[in-house]
């Protein structure tokens, strides 16, 4: 008989830790009332929820790092949107290999939850409107990863 393990996707007993980023606010925004509709709807507790805003996604890493150990689960989102120089590659890279290092190294699911796009439709288009909002897919993933990592 295989043993299968997965995580569930009841968040009633998680504490989550958000952290958003004020660059591009309007679309972070978007992304955290994404995040907080899934949370609820899988039984999250609001008093087991923090949002930490930061400047921007470059700052995310050390932010998370920070905290990483009160929660469960942290769900970075934000978004990096392409300018006419070659600042978006350093933010997006340093704030994708952070995330991913402070993941590994605290042990705790760390989700990455940055839209890293073209140009300011693009980044709508996941806020909500036609292609969905990938808040809230950040929060699904972080439920099922936090409920992984306990069956661990
Ligand atoms: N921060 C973002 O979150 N998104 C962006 O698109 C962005 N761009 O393009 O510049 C951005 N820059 C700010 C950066 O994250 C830091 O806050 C800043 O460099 C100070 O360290």
């Known amino acids: 008989m295989v043993k299968v393990i997965e995580g569930n996707l009841d968040a009633s007993k998680l504490s989550i830790g958000i952290i958003v980023s004020r660059f591009n606010e309007l679309i972070s925004k978007g992304l955290l009332d994404g995040a907080m509709d899934c949370l ?16 921007g996604a ?10 990483a150990k009160e929660y469960d689960t942290v769900i970075c ?5 392409r300018g006419g120089t070659p600042h978006f590659e350093y933010v997006a890279a ?7 290092k402070v993941s590994l190294d605290t042990g705790v699911p760390v989700i990455f939850g940055l839209l890293t796009t073209d140009n300011l439709e693009q980044a709508l288009e996941r806020t909500g409107s036609k292609s969905g909002n990938r808040g809230f897919s950040a929060a699904l993933t972080a439920i099922e990863l936090a409920n992984l990592s306990k069956e661990l």
């Not at 470059?58 to 905290?67: N, S, T, Y």
């Not at 989102?77 to 949107?81: N, R, S, T």
């Open 40 to 55: 609820k709807r899988h039984g999250a507790k609001e008093a087991n929820i923090e949002v930490v805003w930061v400047p």
């Open 58 to 67: 470059f700052e995310m890493p050390l932010i998370a790092q920070k905290i």
């Open 94 to 100: 340093e704030a994708a290999k952070g995330i991913a």
């Open 77 to 81: 989102l934000g978004a990096v949107i």
